[in-house]
């Protein structure tokens, strides 16, 4: 399913401070958007908003299926320069990937979730001998493929990345452009916050956000 | 010793402290993960309060101390995103809840046995006392299993899995006000200043040695289970206060785990 996004007059402020003002503007399915401003402009604040971590104060945001109709909010893969995964955590690979693509009540893991999170680690480059492997025992390159896996695993047809290439090494980033592309050419959209909206092989459209948000032209 | 096993009072101990080590060891797990060890005794302190002024008015005291329990589980889960921290929250409930039990049992005409509140009295478990810690025990350890996989992901990762689907307040809330019900029905077994021990040493011990959460698990409960039916067998050969002997064996454990861990790691 391809799915855009809509935002409607969206409003937010954090601890009483406007922090994003009668945002208007829509993410077309199946494409590459940028988000580009300056440190504290609301880039974050804004990808926050669309994943449902934070409520607006004014406005709303919808999900466009085919057709333009309006959809439920779908699943998002999300991957961000800064993750709150504990460095100890008890989980392996297999497992956050897993769980996190079927966190329902339940004991025991979902069997194709497992399946899906394998096929995701192995995507992102990740060996067979790491997939067992306590996140906590991986090297800072490879829990950052692992939050990578995750967030592709199980094809959400919305991937978010904010700043996720400053966290990456050049084997890593190799590894998300090639995943963005793919993603893209399957009918996913891909949002990324960036100070460089060249970084995951060029946008199909750019917004800056400082407060507002105004759509810039793209260079061809 | 073995004569002791054939007394009734001290197979309904062995029975109770095997139910509260399984309901603390299993609760444990996410008071660790989730380091909640301030709450918990905070909760279990609290409970204090809630049990003296339940004495003084006549109500079971194990109402009020879950009443108090759960009130100040609420202001620490309610402290969550406020300018009140949550240590903050905790701290200020429960030296309030406290002072007050400490009032209330200034008003109360008949013999309170505090010592038994403060540390347990595991050898006068009555049959009810065990019906009371038996279903709390199975409808915590139902809650954990059924909830199991978005309190972990919760635990480790709150903003991946909110962005998962998981309401991590709800889930916040669920392990405070589990620990709240685990606080007052283990009471009994090792009293209010030593049951937010069985809360964090037996999770504590087994994360010094599990790096993965089914041996995590596993472990935690083992070792809960080792503490309470160790330390009460130590009691008996030793002559010593139960619940004093059972965190003692928990805490042997977890020095001992502490060492084999480092040990391991070279």
Redesign the interface.
């Known amino acids: 399913m391809n799915v855009g996004v809509r935002f409607e007059g969206v409003s937010v402020a954090l601890d009483g401070r406007p922090v994003l003002r009668d945002a208007s503007f829509e993410i077309r399915a199946g494409e590459r958007t940028a988000f580009v401003g300056p440190n504290g402009g609301g880039k974050t604040t804004l990808v926050r908003t669309l994943?449902?971590?934070l409520k607006p104060a004014t406005g709303r945001i919808a999900f466009l299926g085919d057709g333009g109709r309006e959809v439920p909010r779908p699943?998002?893969g999300?991957l961000?320069q800064r993750?709150?995964?504990?460095f100890d955590?008890?989980?392996?690979a297999e497992?956050?990937v897993a769980?996190?693509?079927?966190?329902?009540?339940?004991?025991r893991?979902h069997a194709e979730a497992s399946r899906e999170a394998r096929a995701a680690l192995l995507r992102v480059g990740l060996t067979e001998d790491r997939l067992g492997v306590?996140v906590?025992?991986l090297s800072g390159g490879q829990r950052q493929r692992v939050?990578l896996a995750?967030a592709v695993a199980g094809a959400p047809p919305l991937l978010v990345l904010d700043e996720a290439d400053t966290a990456l090494d050049t084997a890593g980033l190799a590894t998300l452009r090639r995943l963005v592309t793919e993603e893209v050419a399957a009918g996913r959209t891909v949002v990324y916050v960036t100070h460089d909206s060249d970084a995951m092989g060029g946008a199909d459209a750019v917004f800056r956000v400082d407060g507002v948000v105004t759509e810039e032209p793209v260079d061809a | 010793m073995i004569e002791f096993l054939s007394y009734p009072f001290f197979q309904r101990a062995l029975l109770a402290g095997a139910l509260a080590a399984l309901l603390c060891g299993a609760l444990s797990f996410f008071v660790v993960?989730r380091r909640l060890a301030f709450v918990g005794s905070g909760v279990a302190h609290a409970a204090f309060g809630g049990v003296a002024v339940a004495t003084l008015f006549g109500v079971p005291p194990l109402a009020g101390g879950l009443v108090a329990a759960l009130l100040v589980a609420g202001a620490a889960a309610r402290a969550e995103g406020s300018s009140v921290t949550e240590d903050s929250a905790v701290g200020v409930f429960t030296v309030a809840a406290m002072a007050l039990g400490v009032v209330a049992l200034g008003f109360v005409k008949t013999n309170v046995d505090l010592f038994g509140l403060m540390f347990g009295n595991i050898l006068t478990v009555a049959p009810a006392d065990l019906a009371v810690l038996g279903v709390a025990t199975a409808a915590v350890l139902a809650a954990l299993?059924?909830?199991?996989?978005?309190l972990?992901?919760a635990?480790?990762?709150?903003?991946?899995?909110?962005?998962?689907?998981?309401n991590t307040t709800a889930m916040r809330l669920l392990v405070l006000v589990l620990v709240g019900v685990a606080v007052v029905v283990a009471l009994k077994v090792v009293g209010i200043l030593l049951v937010s021990a069985l809360l964090v040493l037996p999770g504590a011990a087994a994360?010094t040695l599990?790096?993965?959460?089914p041996a995590?698990l596993a472990g935690s409960i083992a070792v809960a289970l080792v503490s309470v039916v160790g330390g009460l067998l130590l009691s008996v050969a030793l002559d010593i206060a139960p619940g004093a002997s059972i965190i003692l064996v928990g805490a042997a454990l977890f020095v001992t785990s502490l060492a084999a861990g480092r040990a391991r790691r070279g």
């Not at chain 1, 993750?83 to 504990?86: N, P, W």
């Not at chain 2, 599990?210 to 959460?213: D, F, G, L, V, Y």
């Open positions: 994943l449902g971590i699943r998002m999300f961000s993750s709150t995964l504990a955590a008890p989980l392996s497992d956050l769980f996190s693509l079927s966190p329902g009540a339940g004991f893991k306590p906590g025992l939050l995750r | 993960l299993a059924a909830f199991f996989r978005p972990l992901l635990s480790v990762d709150e903003e991946g899995a909110r962005v998962a689907g998981v994360r599990a790096a993965r959460w995590l």
